[in-house]
Nanobody, 124 residues
Framework: QVQLVESGGGLVQPGGSLRLSCAAS????????MAWYRQAPGKQRELAAR???????NYADSVKGRFTISRDQAKNMVYLQMNSLKPEDTAVYYC??????????????????WGQGTLVTVSS
């Protein structure tokens, strides 16, 4: 099965930077999209950044200009570079994968997979 392993979260001061990484592993045939969602305390999960198979991207208005999503398709990795961090960026950040898994004798299986989340805290 496809699995996502996240890293890079932690505590950072306002104005600082963090780089999140997500590694997708398993019997991946193709990747349609990878994304970073986030969920702040008491709020719904929201899309922060997404990158499609054609490398097009979109961002939440609140992070546009500060966050950059990128991918290494050969390594099945996705990154989120976060600059000029604000206290309101504090949230659990979740990696997301959407693509096709090799299903063995059963053929291919379309998968939507979530990581376990990594906590980003922006505070003095």
């Amino acid at each position: 099965q496809v699995q996502l392993v996240e890293s890079g979260g932690g505590l950072v001061q306002p104005g600082g930077s963090l780089r999140l990484s997500c590694a997708a592993s398993g019997r991946i045939f193709s990747t349609v999209a990878m994304a970073w969602y986030r969920q702040a305390p008491g709020k719904q999960r929201e899309l922060a950044a997404r990158i499609m198979s054609g490398s097009s991207t979109n961002y939440a208005d609140s992070v546009k200009g500060r966050f950059t999503i990128s991918r290494d398709q050969a390594k099945n990795m996705v990154y989120l570079q976060m600059n000029s961090l604000k206290p309101e960026d504090t949230a659990v950040y979740y990696c997301y994968f959407e693509g096709t898994e090799i299903g063995g004798p059963d053929g291919y299986k379309y998968r939507q997979v979530w990581g376990q989340g990594t906590l980003v805290t922006v505070s003095s």
